[in-house]
Each structure stands twice: as C-alpha cells, then as structure tokens.
C-alpha cells in the first residue's frame, strides 16, 4: 500500500513564484491535513479537510490556499512564495475515528530564495 | 504558553538504559494522546497512543495523568535504534492533532 504520497519531494522557488504541493492518499481517510515543520517549533497546521469539497483553517494559514476535490487527493498553494515558507511540508490524513491518529507523507523540502 | 510543551533534550544514554520523557499539555478537554517518533529528515510515525489506564508495548510504555495534564513515555533497555525525536502529540478536538517540538534521544554504544 502506498498510504500517503507527497509530490514533490524537494523544491526551490524564488520569491513571488507559486507552486502545488500534492499530497494523494489511498486509504479511504475522510480527514486530510497540511503542516508545516520548523526547527524548534513542531508541527504547525496549516489547513485541514473533513471531506471532500471542505477545508477549513489552521493555526498557520496565511499565504497558503488548499483545494480536496477528490476525496483522495489535498492540494496545497503558494501563490507568492516568501523565504518564511521556507520548511519542511508534511501532508497527513486520518479516518474519522480521532482514536486512531494519523499517518503522514513522507515530506517536501521547500527553499524560498 | 505552548500547548503542548517537552523537554527538547537530547537525552544521550548508553545501550540497555532506561530513559523517560515527560510532556504536559495545557487544555483539559483533551481527549486523546499519542507519541510519535521521527527519525531525522523522516516524516513523524505514530508509537503508540496514551490510553487513561496506561498503555505498554514491549519495551515502551505511556501513561497519562489527566490531573496534572501530562504524559510520559518509558522507553527500557534502550537499543541504537531507539535514537529519534519523540513527539508528543494531543488531540485539539475535531480531530487536530497539536504537536510538541519534540524530545531529541541519542542512544550511544
């Protein structure tokens, strides 16, 4: 099983360009999640999805727009990248059942010069 | 004040050391509880979770204490492969996990 797939896996972009992360899961999971990792800080959600068609805000989401239009895939937007967006991006989804945790993609490096 | 805060360490201890990590969490209405490990530059992976009544598996064992807001992990007789970050994750409520910035473990022959 594939589980969570991120693409891509690293990424440099200049300042003002924008870009997609996606992240595409096979696992039925209605709830699907974007964060952010910084060092020092943890994980910082940045926007979430309850199902398809939804998402909603998190802690971090200014300068980031997302999209679910497809129950197994969550798209993440930079529309003008800024060097503070420089992290690492890690996409996540879960069943509805909060028992169960999640399961995460294995990341996209993002450099912002 | 963090909502979920940890020792950053690193905890450095020998093979077959006993090590433990703490973590305290500011909202009481937290329902559930987990301890990832994430292995450098790796995505985080879920450990176990923290159940009320404590929760062992092999050489790992979670327990809670929802009076005093925190959780612990015992890791015992610690192998190479125990080194990692260990995250200590809590449930915001509507399924949001918020995460601790970790508590760094480096295991040494």
């Known amino acids: 099983n594939a589980g969570v797939t991120q693409t891509p896996k690293f990424r440099v972009l200049k300042t003002g360009q924008s870009m997609t992360l996606l992240c595409a899961q096979d696992m039925n999971h209605e709830y699907m999640y974007w964060y952010r990792q910084d060092p020092g800080m943890g994980l910082r959600l940045i926007h979430y999805s309850v199902g398809e068609g939804t998402t909603a805000k998190g802690e971090v989401p200014d300068g980031y727009n997302v999209s679910r239009l497809k129950k197994q895939n969550f798209l993440l937007g930079l529309e003008s990248a800024a060097p503070s967006q420089t992290s690492v991006y890690f996409c996540?989804?879960?069943?509805?059942?909060?028992?169960?945790?999640?399961?995460f993609g294995s990341g996209t490096r993002l450099t912002v010069v | 004040r963090k909502e979920v805060e940890q020792d950053p360490g690193p905890f450095n201890v020998p093979e077959g050391a006993t090590v433990a990590f703490n973590c305290t969490y500011s909202n009481s209405a937290s329902q559930s509880f987990f301890w990832y490990r994430q292995d450098c530059r790796k995505e985080p992976k879920l450990l176990m979770s923290v159940y009320s009544s404590g929760n062992e598996d092999g050489r790992f064992t979670a327990q809670l204490n929802r009076a005093s807001q925190y959780i612990s992990l015992l890791i015992r007789d610690s192998k190479l492969s125990d080194s990692a970050t260990y995250l200590c994750v809590v449930n915001s409520g509507y399924n949001k996990l918020i995460f601790g910035a970790g508590t760094r473990l480096a295991v040494h022959p």
């Open positions: 996540a989804s879960s069943y509805s059942d909060e028992a169960y945790g999640y399961t």
